[in-house]
């Protein structure tokens, strides 16, 4: 499954970047990346990768079978980070969460829907029936990228998370792709 990599990712005005498994010697630039995301962006993410102690532990505990991170690089530098969240039994073990996070000088180039894309092709392979994903309902960008790539929206939940900085509630959008309709 991972043997493809590192692989080439061409965009759609014809920027190119690579892909492939994060290794843990990917702290610093990993870091670096999420330290350089915009406020807005980090105030919904489940974990605060500002925290170093986190990433760290994030790049020592590397695990594939649990969580599978997809970085796309250019020039040395990561843009994104894709991961496909996996558990390895009980009644969820067919179902996997996608999480997607896009540096802000490559939106809206086709990088978001090229790392789902990724994330869902090794979801497949994995054996994977069903893939689900979370946004902030009101991030409609990311929101379409999921559903162009196959997510269809099947809950709306209200004021289910909570902005930790500014102490105010927003909703989220729950997307599901059905692999083994493919």
């Known amino acids: 499954m991972l043997q493809d990599y590192p692989k080439k990712a061409l965009l759609k005005d014809g920027f190119s970047c690579t892909l492939r498994p994060m290794i843990s010697d990917d702290l610093e630039g990993l870091y670096r990346f999420f330290v ?32 599978l991170p997809i970085l796309a690089e250019h020039e040395d530098r990561i843009l994104a980070n894709a991961t496909l969240h996996r558990q390895t039994s009980g009644w969820g073990k067919h179902v996997g969460e996608m999480r997607v996070t896009i540096a802000t000088e490559v939106r809206q180039r086709g990088l978001g829907s090229r790392m789902v894309e990724e994330l869902s092709n090794l979801a497949r392979a994995a054996g ?18 999921f559903e162009k790539n196959g997510f269809s929206l099947v809950a709306t939940l209200k004021n289910f998370v909570k902005d930790v900085h500014q ?13 083994s309709q493919e």
């Open 36 to 67: 350089s995301l915009p406020e807005k962006d980090l105030r919904y993410l489940r974990d605060d990768p500002t925290d170093r102690r986190l990433v760290e532990k994030w790049c020592r505990q590397i695990n594939y079978d649990k969580v």
């Open 128 to 145: 994977l029936d069903k893939l689900c994903a979370r946004a902030i309902a009101s991030q409609t960008d990311a929101i379409k990228v």
């Open 167 to 179: 102490d105010e509630y927003q909703d989220i959008a729950m997307l599901v792709k059905d692999l």
